[in-house]
C-alpha cells in the first residue's frame, strides 16, 4: 500500500492527557461532593467524548450514559472550567511524536487529527502545545453530526485530502480509531501506550511501540 496521507487520533495516541484529565474530573466530583476517582479509572472512561467521560466519572462506572439530567449538567458545567482552565498543566506529547510528525511533514504527507475531543478542548490544546500548523484538517468529537467509531470523520479527511481510502493510515489507541478506520476502509496502526487495553485484540493491521515506527510503513 502507498501511503499519501494519515489521520491521527489525540487522547492516548499523540498526547498523555490523562493527568489533566483526571484533576478537572476529581474537581468537578469534588464541587459535588464526591470523592477523587484514581487516574486509571478515570483512563479507563476516556475514549467516547467529554459527555461520556463526565456521565462516567460522575458515576464511576463504565456503563452510565447521557441523559442530560440536570446533575449530568451540572458536572459537565464544572468538569469544562476546570478542564479548560488547565487542558496542557501536565499534558505532553508521547515520546518521539513531535519529530516523527516533523518527519512526515517533510515528506509532504498531508496529516489530520480525527478526535472524539470536542473542539473547544482539542483547538487550544493543539495551540498551547504549539501543533496547531502541522494539522491541515483537525474533526473534533462534535464537529460532524457523528464521532468515531462512525466513518464520518475519516471520510470527510479523506474528501479535504482528495486521497483513497486505502491511502490514508489511521493511527490510533483505542477501539474506537479501528472500528471507524475498517468502516472507512482505511488502514490502521494502533500504539500499545494508548489508553485502549489490550490493543493487540482489537484487530488493528499493525501495533507499534514506538510512535516512530510509522516510518516504516510509509517510506517502503
Ligand atoms: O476525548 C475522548 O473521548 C477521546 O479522545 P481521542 O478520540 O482523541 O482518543
Ligand atoms: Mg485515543
Known amino acids: 500500500m502507498t501511503i499519501r496521507a494519515l489521520a491521527f487520533d489525540l487522547d492516548g495516541t499523540l498526547v498523555d492527557s490523562i493527568a489533566d484529565l483526571a484533576r478537572a474530573a476529581n474537581a468537578a466530583r469534588a464541587d459535588l461532593d464526591l470523592p477523587p476517582l484514581a487516574e486509571a ?3 479507563s472512561y476516556v475514549g467516547d467524548g467529554a459527555h461520556s467521560l463526565v456521565a462516567r466519572t460522575l458515576a464511576d462506572d463504565y456503563t452510565a450514559q447521557w441523559t442530560d439530567s440536570a446533575e449530568q449538567q451540572h458536572a459537565m458545567q464544572r468538569f469544562d ?3 479548560k482552565a488547565g487542558l496542557t498543566i501536565a499534558t505532553r506529547f508521547y515520546p518521539q511524536v513531535q519529530e516523527t510528525l516533523h518527519a512526515l ?5 498531508p496529516l489530520a487529527i480525527v478526535t472524539n475531543k470536542p473542539e473547544r478542548y482539542t483547538l487550544p490544546l493543539l495551540r498551547e502545545l504549539g501543533v496547531s500548523e502541522r ?3 483537525i474533526v473534533g468529537g462534535d464537529t460532524l453530526p457523528e464521532r468515531k467509531p462512525s466513518a ?3 471520510q470527510h479527511v479523506l474528501d479535504r485530502f482528495g486521497v483513497a481510502k486505502d491511502e490514508m493510515l489511521m493511527v490510533g ?3 474506537n480509531d479501528i472500528l471507524a478506520a475498517r468502516a472507512a476502509g482505511c488502514p490502521v496502526v494502533a500504539v500499545a501506550y494508548g489508553y485502549g487495553s ?3 485484540a482489537l484487530g488493528a493491521d499493525h501495533v507499534i511501540e514506538r510512535f516512530s515506527e510509522l516510518l516504516e510503513f510509509v517510506e517502503s
Open 41 to 43: 479509572t478515570v483512563e
Open 173 to 175: 489507541d483505542s477501539k
Open 81 to 83: 472550567l476546570h478542564y
Open 105 to 109: 511533514h517533510e515528506l509532504g504527507l
Open 198 to 200: 489490550d490493543v493487540s
Open 135 to 137: 494539522f491541515e484538517v
Open 152 to 154: 464520518l470523520p475519516l
